[in-house]
């Protein structure tokens, strides 16, 4: 029978019928109340994993914010449904890849819609005085057009195209001609695996072991550049690498012919763009144009910050066709939306090929930042980068089992990271205690690459899911907020493609866990893949059944679940269930039955979590009853509760979902959070509290708490407005009145940190008799 029939219990805790009577209900009367047991209750202080301080909160929205792009970016959704766009225009895709002259027609067009990228200039003069240089950078950035660009205008007019296959080490003084400009592309994995493999290069140091030879089909050593130059300055000749981002490109940037391709503005591409295609239309055309890709409807739906040149070009194409109703409004959100999902398919296109492990890490350490980027998006960047290496262990380890991979230590290029990753460092700052630290975060430029990552490597990359899987669950056992909260609201987004595996290889093995971490994440993954509607009714079985079976531990993870309220169908039902889990640990006949505290108090932390949620009228009513029930755990349950609401802070309560009236309050105690958000909730918030005073059990608790409410008031006045306000419904009778005086007294005289006389003397003032401190 639920608490909430009719007979179920007898009401407790709230005014009665008469609002502001100040009555109890009988069954919170002492005289009816049964036998007290004889431990001292101390009140939830949250899970033992942690995750109750005020980085949680940060951790969790952050988290939360990856996985809310709605459409085909989503992990929810999926990118099944986005519409692929091909070719726009024939400026637009990188250049055909053939060995020649690049034919005149295609320079002449590249100068009418190129624009320059920050810092070319001074490419520029390093090409013309060095003679050879080498782009890094990220694919689809524009490097070969600025390597096209840069040879246009050095040579009038005469480049040509190398063929991939071409090895650099083996350019004789006849295969260069005279005055022309020669474009190599080199991607990070197209290095053939029996040049590549030669050397017995140490797994922990990708890419050391290539550099005896190489060439645009393999990894050109700096002296076979430098014989290079000297070939070229004999002929007045130049020449242009375009490097892919990684282990290579790192080695060129330490180098002298290396140098950081940024990409140029979106915009300016945009512009060019639009203007031969939107010729007849004019300048007014290509500006309302451009308008209509800031609008909000098209950057949402981008949900990319920053658009690479290969993007802008097919944003340009869209607009036109936008323009020319060719596609509506929902035609181009639809298209728009599959811009991040193709970014993730490329940037995993090939990631681990090569003949050895060495060869392999070269793409798959980028694409362990990537993905540990998408779990972190906005985290600080020691956890993130951290984070990552982490997962490209694991990669390693299941792409060659009997290796053991290491790390690079000093041959990281930063910025080179970042830009292949379309990310940024900002400063940002971390909660420790009540204090924020400075600390550098990372995030991608775009909130929608963060679904788009990982619901890519989920449904296109079946090899990638177990070490993706144990990656989490090791996570999942920090007991740091910023990295386990994170993870588990990830794994509890990627539930909502998979159920059954997720279920399998993410929460069910920390739902039993005998790490407080653990268990605590899988019911944060538990509750995030709730949310999703298609996975709700097998999260609810789930859980009941965890809760009704006879695992200690696994009853331990259902409670938890129940704080988030996402699994069951109301409120009430979340309580009902959580009142079952205290029976189940406490309800006793004959009191031969031991006490399970431990799930007692995680079912009380969950309804102090549900007290800070959206409907906290409801749960304040069930703490009442609780109060006057006659069954043993469901007492000791809602005096931990109160308890709990007294002595926590209301940011070690966060939930799923953000209550925007509690945000100015999150550092305070929940109960003063609630008495400024709730004022209604004040006289019942002052009977639950007054009732646990009365109580023997408690009271220590809940004088402890208040101690420490008058010692913040010190420093925050304004927490001591509230707390003089609240005193005076505490202090109704003679008993309670003596027993606050009683602690302010002990204040004064408290020999290590003895509060303010001032603050202690405004205390008993509030709680004087007299018709001007009777609370309203």
Not at 556 to 574: F, I, K, M, P, Q
Not at 662 to 682: D, I, K, Q, T
Request: aromatic share 6%.
């Amino acid at each position: 029978m639920s608490d909430d029939e009719p007979g179920a219990a007898p009401a407790a805790g709230g005014r009665g019928a008469e609002a502001g009577s100040g009555r109890e209900e009988p069954g919170v009367d002492k005289a009816g109340a049964p036998p007290e047991r004889p431990r001292a209750l101390q009140g939830p202080r949250g899970p033992a994993g942690g995750g109750t301080g005020a980085d949680a909160v940060h951790a969790v929205r952050e988290a939360r914010a990856n996985f809310t792009v709605h459409g085909p970016n989503t992990v929810v959704d999926g990118t099944t449904g986005a519409v692929h766009v091909g070719d726009v225009y024939q400026f637009g895709g990188r250049p055909s890849l053939v060995s020649g002259t690049v034919p005149r027609e295609e320079l002449r067009a590249l100068r009418l819609v190129f624009a320059e990228p920050p810092g070319y200039a001074e490419l520029r003069t390093l090409l013309a005085e060095r003679r050879i240089i080498a782009l890094c950078g990220d694919p689809g950035t524009g490097r070969g057009y600025a390597a096209l660009s840069l040879l246009d205008e050095l040579t009038r007019g005469t480049v040509e195209r190398m063929d991939p296959r071409t090895e650099l080490d083996r350019i004789a003084d006849a295969d260069i001609q005279d005055g022309h400009g020669y474009l190599a592309e080199i991607p990070v994995d197209g290095f053939p695996a029996s040049r590549a493999g030669a050397d017995d290069t140490p797994a922990g140091t990708p890419g050391e072991g290539h550099r005896a030879r190489g060439g645009a089909g393999s990894r050109p050593a700096g002296i076979h550049l430098d014989r290079l130059r000297d070939l070229l300055t004999a002929r007045d000749a130049y020449a242009v690498l375009v490097v892919d981002a990684g282990d290579f490109a790192d080695e060129l940037l330490r180098g002298r012919y290396g140098a950081l391709f940024r990409p140029p503005e979106a915009v300016d591409v945009l512009r060019r763009h639009l203007r031969p295609l939107l010729g007849a239309g004019g300048s007014g055309a290509v500006e309302r144009a451009v308008a209509a890709s800031r609008g909000e409807d098209v950057t949402g739906a981008l949900g990319l910050e920053r658009l690479r040149p290969h993007e802008a070009v097919s944003l340009a194409g869209l607009l036109v066709r936008h323009a020319g109703g060719e596609l509506t409004d929902e035609g181009l959100r639809a298209e728009c939306a599959g811009f991040a999902a193709r970014q993730a398919r490329s940037w995993f296109a090939g990631a681990g090929r090569g003949g050895s492990l060495a060869t392999a890490l070269t793409t798959l350490r980028p694409a362990a930042f990537r993905t540990a980027l998408a779990v972190y998006n906005g985290a600080p960047y020691s956890v993130a980068a951290e984070a990552a290496e982490q997962l490209a262990w694991e990669y390693a380890a299941t792409w060659a089992p009997e290796e053991v991979p290491g790390r690079p230590l000093f041959t990281d290029n930063l910025q080179a990271r970042l830009t292949a990753a379309r990310a940024v460092l900002e400063d940002g700052a971390a909660p420790v205690g009540d204090v924020g630290v400075p600390v550098r975060t990372v995030r991608f430029q775009g909130r929608a690459l963060s679904s788009a990552v990982l619901g890519h490597l989920w449904d296109q990359h079946h090899n990638a899911r177990g070490p993706l899987c144990r990656w989490l669950r090791t996570l999942c056992d920090d007991g740091r907020a910023a990295v386990w909260v994170p993870a588990a609201v990830a794994a509890g987004a990627l539930s909502w493609r998979d159920y059954p595996y997720a279920l399998a290889e993410l929460v069910l093995p920390m739902a039993g866990s005998d790490s407080a971490t653990q268990r605590l994440a899988a019911a944060t993954a538990t509750a995030e893949g709730a949310r999703h509607e298609a996975v709700r009714g097998a999260a609810r079985a789930l859980v009941r059944g965890w809760a009704r079976g006879t695992d200690p531990l696994l009853r331990r993870t259902a409670a938890l679940v129940h704080g988030y309220g996402s699994v069951e169908e109301s409120l009430s039902a979340s309580l009902d269930e959580l009142g079952r889990l205290a029976g189940a640990a406490g309800d006793r006949a004959d009191g031969a039955t031991e006490t399970d505290w431990g799930l007692l108090e995680d079912t009380a932390y969950s309804v102090v979590r549900l007290l800070a949620g959206p409907a906290p009228g409801t749960v304040v009513t069930r703490i009442g009853r609780w109060l006057g029930d006659g069954r043993a755990g469901r007492r000791d349950l809602a005096l931990l509760a109160v308890v709990g609401t007294v002595s926590m802070r209301a940011w070690a309560l966060w939930g799923l979902e953000d209550r925007a009236e509690l945000e100015p309050y999150l550092s305070r105690p929940l109960v003063a959070a609630l008495l400024a958000a709730e004022p209604a909730e004040r006289h019942r918030l002052a009977d639950l509290v007054r009732f646990a005073l009365d109580t023997g059990r408690s009271r220590d608790a809940v004088l402890t708490a208040l101690a420490d409410w008058i010692r913040r008031g010190e420093r925050d006045r304004a927490l001591l407005d509230e707390l003089c306000r609240f005193l005076p419904l505490l202090a109704a009778d003679e008993p309670g009145r003596e027993r606050l005086c009683h602690l302010a007294d002990r204040l004064d005289r408290d020999p290590d940190e003895s509060v303010d006389p001032a603050v202690t003397a405004r205390v008993r003032e509030a709680m004087a008799p007299g018709e001007g401190n009777t609370a309203p």
